[in-house]
């Protein structure tokens, strides 16, 4: 199973992979992904390397024009030669401009349209996990494999890739037509390369240590933003705005005083690599003084050799920040790479679903001495030896004190989880024989709390069944005692929800939630505490509409407050992680020192 670390949130660096034989076999396996583009890829590649060598030959063609200049100066020639020559070097940078036009555009298509389909697959692969998947994980965590880690592969794809093959080929071709100028300067310039590799290396190390501890202050300071943002409400309910902000602040001033000390280091490097590369230019400039005095070399080579110490360090200044982003890239990519071996629980596919193969549920329920143990915590067994069945058409109430189970058994119920031991029969079948997606085709839930996404009220209503059409949408709506309201609305059903369904008070949400569901015509309900925390008109349109839905289907009940169920057909009291009682609600009452009654008495009383 893949791990992440905390700091692994959106917007924060990424950690540095290295660069050996098997990390680079890693990154390289998700470049499958410009096989259908690689023609594109491929030109791009081409346009770069005839672009590089086209670049290259600036500094030999400038060296010609000026050693004709020096011939027409001391001999009196004709200038014609430098003309066609300079005329030569514009077309060649007109040439030059044109591919390289060509190979950004090759590089940019290929790159965004295979980044697009790593996405959309990685998006897929997420979402198709198992709960204990993201029980292990948070949200700005898995987020950043969208965004954080994709955009760093796409940025090596796009820029850093080609700036690589470009330098070196500038690197490479400089160094070779340097020394067939002149092989007494190259050795002369060749001669800085170790100091430069040396305090790249030593500078990069440390700088890559200050950076990630950068990165883990600014992860805190994005964990207390998101925390803040989710808890919004307890924040103005406690008036800890101030609190808040004192503690972002601290988290900045710690992530401030890593970040100069890292610039401080930086800059020293900066401030050698510039000392070094300028010091050996000023050295070879002085050489080749010496050596034109002598007659060894003329003004044009000279000037040739000049421009290619130029171009050479320029390609040698750029390989360390290029280095490092390649080590960003391999972390990267390690990432996404762990996230796409996982294995989904479901098959994900564009477009359509398919129709289900599986005939309509009858809804018969048996839980066969159920263990469970969340696997997070496999030595803490929350349900033992649970046995209990339900028949089609039956409406069975779950109730007893927190955390005794209920909604472990309600998560067993629409396989979120498996059982550690035991079986779940549904319709006389295991339920791990059904085709997950179809089996929870068949089910569907109203949650305590509604989470609407955040699009028009039509939008959420028809997330119980994609593609219903207005009429359908409208008659869920009728039946959900959700019309009325929705039409008091000026655009109706188009009206937008807000975040997590912000705009529409509790009640409402629920009775949207309500016709979702309706809509799906599940052959198995599942309410959990759909009632809780509403005003008595809002409840009595909720348990109206909820009579509705549970018409002709198995439903399981999620109750704390009694008085909701006192008319279904079994109440199931579980407590500890097993079954205390199961009966009417008459037959409950009647069992003295019984736990029911214990709670009714409690609860009525009130």
């Known amino acids: 199973m893949a791990r992440y670390s905390r700091n692994d949130q959106a917007g924060v660096e990424l950690p540095k992979g290295k660069l050996d034989r098997e990390s680079l076999k890693q990154a390289l396996d998700l470049f499958r992904y410009l096989r259908p583009y690689r023609g594109r890829f491929s030109a791009g590649l081409a346009s770069l390397f005839v672009s590089s060598l086209l670049g290259l030959s600036f500094p030999y063609l400038a060296g010609s024009i000026i050693d004709a200049a020096v011939h027409h100066t001391n001999d009196g020639g004709s200038m014609a030669g430098a003309n066609r020559t300079a005329l030569l070097l514009m077309g060649v940078l007109a040439l030059q401009a044109s591919l390289s036009y060509f190979q950004s555009l090759s590089f940019a298509t290929a790159g965004q349209r295979s980044l697009v389909d790593l996405r959309r697959d990685t998006y897929a692969r997420l979402i198709s996990l198992p709960m204990t998947f993201f029980a292990q994980r948070r949200v700005g965590e898995l987020a950043s494999r969208l965004s954080s880690d994709l955009i760093q592969i796409e940025d090596t794809l796009i820029t850093v890739l080609p ?5 070196t080929t500038i690197l490479v071709g400089g160094v ?25 290396v030593v500078f990069g190390r440390k700088t890559r240590k200050i950076s990630r501890q950068a990165q883990d202050r600014l992860a805190d300071t994005a964990t207390i933003v998101e925390e803040t943002l989710q808890g919004i409400l307890n924040v103005k309910a406690f008036s800890n705005e101030g609190y808040e902000l004192n503690r972002y602040h601290d988290g900045l001033g710690s992530f401030l005083a890593t970040t100069l000390r890292g610039a401080r280091l930086r800059a020293a490097f900066v401030a050698c ?146 059982p550690s031991s035991g079986r779940l029969l549904i319709d006389g079948r295991d339920a791990r ?24 009220i039509a939008d959420n209503i028809a997330y119980g069944k994609p593609g219903a059409s207005a009429e359908e949408i409208e008659q869920a709506a009728r039946q959900a005692n959700a019309h009325e309201f929705i039409q008091a609305f000026p655009e109706r059903y188009a009206t937008l929800v807000g975040d997590r369904g912000i705009k529409l008070s509790g009640g409402q949400r629920q009775r ?42 198995t439903s399981f009940i999620i109750a704390h407050r009694l008085a909701t169920v006192r008319h279904v057909d079994r109440i199931i009291v579980i407590a500890g992680g097993r079954v205390e009682e199961s009966g009417t609600h008459e ?20």
Do not use: C
């Not at 100028?181 to 790249?200: D, E, K, N, R, Y």
């Not at 066969?368 to 046995?387: K, T």
């Not at 037959?587 to 009383?605: H, K, N, P, S």
């Open 163 to 167: 700036q690589f093959l470009r330098q």
């Open 176 to 200: 070779a037509l340097i020394a067939v100028t002149s092989l007494q300067l190259t050795g002369i310039m060749l001669a800085s390369l170790p100091v430069i590799v040396v305090a790249a």
């Open 273 to 418: 690599i510039v000392f070094a590369l300028f010091g050996f230019i000023v050295l070879v400039l002085w050489s080749g003084a010496r050596l034109l005095q002598e007659g060894k070399i003329t003004f044009g080579e000279l000037t040739r050799f000049v421009l290619y110490t130029t171009f050479v360090a320029g390609a040698m200044g750029q390989f360390a920040e290029l280095y490092s982003q390649l080590q960003k890239a391999v972390g990267a990519t390690q990432r996404v790479r762990e996230l796409l071996r996982e294995t989904g629980e479901v098959e994900v596919l564009l477009g359509p679903a398919p129709p289900s193969s599986l005939p309509r549920l009858r809804g018969d329920i048996v839980f066969e001495d159920v263990r469970f143990s969340y696997p997070s915590r496999q030595g803490v067994e929350v349900l033992h030896g649970i046995n209990l069945a339900a028949t089609s058409g039956q409406r069975i109430a779950l109730v007893g004190p927190s955390g005794a189970g209920k909604s472990t058994l309600i998560s067993l119920l629409l396989r979120l989880y498996d």
């Open 433 to 456: 024989d059904y085709r997950l997606n179809e089996l929870r085709g068949q089910m569907s839930m109203v949650p305590q709390e509604v989470l609407l996404f955040g699009g028009s």
């Open 512 to 553: 949207v939630a309500i016709a979702r569901a309706i809509l799906k015509n599940p052959a198995i309900l599942i309410l959990d505490e759909a009632t809780s925390s509403l005003d008595s008109e809002s409840e009595r349109l909720i348990q109206e509409a909820l009579e509705t839905l549970m018409q002709g289907r």
């Open 587 to 606: 037959e409950l009452q009647a069992v003295a020192e019984g736990t029911y009654r214990r709670l009714a008495a409690l609860q009525f009383r009130e």
